[in-house]
């Protein structure tokens, strides 16, 4: 077999992301020269859905011209809520923790179906979705509300009907972050988390929801960059590049024969450590079928070089190499195809992206989510009465690392000015907040009622100090948790708290309106607090 050959082999094993929202001189070599298998688009790529879908459609093209024996998949994280790469023209639906505050599976099933719908209209063929961690740590800084919640049999009810929705709708799934990242106090972006719990413990918790989705017809699973003593001996070896994880947990004990992916390999826990090239080739050898390697070219063709040398030096078996071709190809089978009648073009798809019907179907599950986690007699407030009402609202620049700032919601102050046009809005600085309560408290004398934003509050939050200053004066304290539930832990002397579990408008519309008697909010909550 000669090099080109051996390199075409390996492409097809790479999710490659590249920059821009047209096809550019990069991604077209790694296709024309590698036949690279599958494409991950961020927030960088997208622009409006008629963009979207010219530049999918212009990948597969390349793909035709370079003799592609089936059509690329082409894969995001639209998990919806907090993870959403696409925002522009896209219905806002509801993430995992408002659909598990709603407590009914069905509505999981039809968001998954919608969201499927929209995407395939912009030729995206693989969702990498459903998030099946259960969130069982309040401190967890990059799951939380990407989670359906902290009970094993509910994440995997939801995330069921999710992966079946979006099945329904022609779009491959990925059930993430195997076994579980639902437990951890640290971001694999950042560092490598480590989970102590023993096997036993992880049958019974985190692994429930990947076993039920398993049995249900899962696509393909992504494996988290988390490492698991338990499961795995070797020191600071994350589940990414375990041999126990992929083979003896995945394959032998729980029976998946789809294909496994790997999280992104130049997220730090790997590239900090082993490196994302020679990383590529431990999960490889481990058993992984995908590699991810989402931003820089000069890794991705690096790790093609590195993975050729491997089985060109005996290190990793061209068999094991082939084995994952044809899991990818069976997969491509399913939910490719170049008779596809939305390729190249796509006459009318369009019509689906952000319709009418979805819309109200978003609206519908954002009112059976939205939670009125409090209410000490205050709510709902008589806006004929012309109450005085201050918003402070945080800016939303205060997010986790795996979510976007491309998406300019509009704010709480703008829901809350549906009901009262002229109430005043203050939005607060999070890391200049503690200098700032004196003058806040100062400016709130003139009011009577304050809504208060919250993103993430945490024990010594310059948040609580706010609070406690504004009930010494004597005001009444809504809060509107915009995230993460826990946040009421911290602001239970507030009269009232409502909870959104993300900061999309629709969402934030909801608890406007049952600030004031105009919507109901029938959420439960999904965590314990």
Not at 61 to 84: F, H, M, R, T, W
Not at 108 to 113: D, E, F, P, R, T
Not at 215 to 223: I, K, L, R, Y
Not at 344 to 353: F, I, R, T, Y
């Amino acid at each position: 077999m000669s090099k080109k050959e051996l390199e075409r082999k390996i492409g097809q094993l790479l999710v490659a992301g590249f920059d821009g929202t047209t096809v550019s001189p990069k991604i077209k070599k790694l296709i024309h020269d590698y036949h690279v298998g599958s494409i991950i688009l961020f927030s960088r790529n997208i622009g409006e859905p008629e963009e979207v879908l010219q530049l999918t459609s212009d990948l597969q093209k390349e793909a035709k011209k370079a003799g592609y024996e089936k059509p690329l998949l082409i894969c995001l994280d639209q998990e919806n809520g907090v993870v959403s790469r696409i925002h522009k023209g896209l219905t806002s639906f509801p993430g995992s923790m408002a659909l598990g505050a709603t407590d009914n599976p069905q509505y999981a099933y039809k968001i998954g179906l919608a969201t499927g719908k929209e995407l395939k209209a912009l030729g995206i063929n693989w969702n990498l979705a459903p998030v099946l961690d259960v969130n069982n740590n309040s401190d967890n800084p990059v799951i939380g509300v990407r989670s359906f919640g902290e009970d094993a049999e509910k994440v995997a009810a939801f995330g069921e009907a999710m992966m079946k929705g979006l099945q329904d709708a022609g779009v491959m799934t990925s059930l993430k972050h195997f076994p579980g990242h639902g437990d951890t106090n640290v971001d694999s972006h950042l560092d490598l988390p480590v989970i102590s719990h023993e096997v036993e413990r992880l049958e019974n918790i985190e692994l429930v929801p990947f076993k039920a989705c398993i049995e249900a017809g899962a696509d393909s699973v992504m494996a988290a960059h988390v490492y698991f003593p338990a499961i795995e001996p070797e020191e600071n070896t994350p589940a990414t590049l375990s041999k126990r994880v992929y083979v003896d947990l995945l394959r032998e004990k729980l029976g998946f024969t789809g294909a496994i992916t790997t999280d992104c390999m130049e997220m730090k826990a790997i590239s900090n450590s082993i490196g994302t090239e020679k990383g590529a080739v431990k999960a490889l050898q481990a058993g992984t079928d995908f590699v991810m390697i989402s931003h820089t070219h000069a890794v991705q063709e690096g790790a093609i070089q590195e993975i050729a040398s491997a089985v060109e030096n005996g290190e990793l078996s061209l068999s094991r190499i082939e084995e994952s071709i044809q899991r990818i190809q069976l997969l491509k089978e399913k939910y490719t195809s170049w008779g596809d009648p939305r390729f190249p073009e796509a006459k009318g798809a369009l019509q689906v992206v952000g319709s009418q019907k979805h819309h109200q179907l978003a609206q519908t599950v954002y009112r059976e989510s939205v939670t009125i986690v409090h209410n000490h007699q205050l709510l709902p407030l008589n806006k004929e009465k012309q109450p005085k009402i201050f918003v402070l609202e945080p800016l939303q620049g205060a997010r986790m690392q795996v979510e976007d700032n491309k998406g300019n919601h509009k704010s709480l102050g703008s829901a809350v000015r549906e009901y009262i046009p002229d109430a005043p809005v203050e939005v607060y600085d999070l890391n200049k907040l503690e200098k700032a309560v004196e003058g806040i408290t100062a400016r709130a004398t003139n009011y009577d009622y304050i809504i208060l934003g919250t993103l993430t509050v945490t024990e010594h939050s310059p948040v609580i100090t706010l609070v406690n200053q504004l009930l010494k004066e004597n005001k009444k304290i809504i809060g509107v948790g915009m995230r993460n539930p826990y946040d009421f832990h911290f602001l239970q002397k507030a009269q009232a708290f409502i909870n959104t579990y993300e900061f999309s408008y629709p969402a934030l519309q909801i608890a406007a309106g049952a600030i004031f008697g105009e919507e109901e909010a029938k959420g439960t909550l999904p965590v314990n607090i």
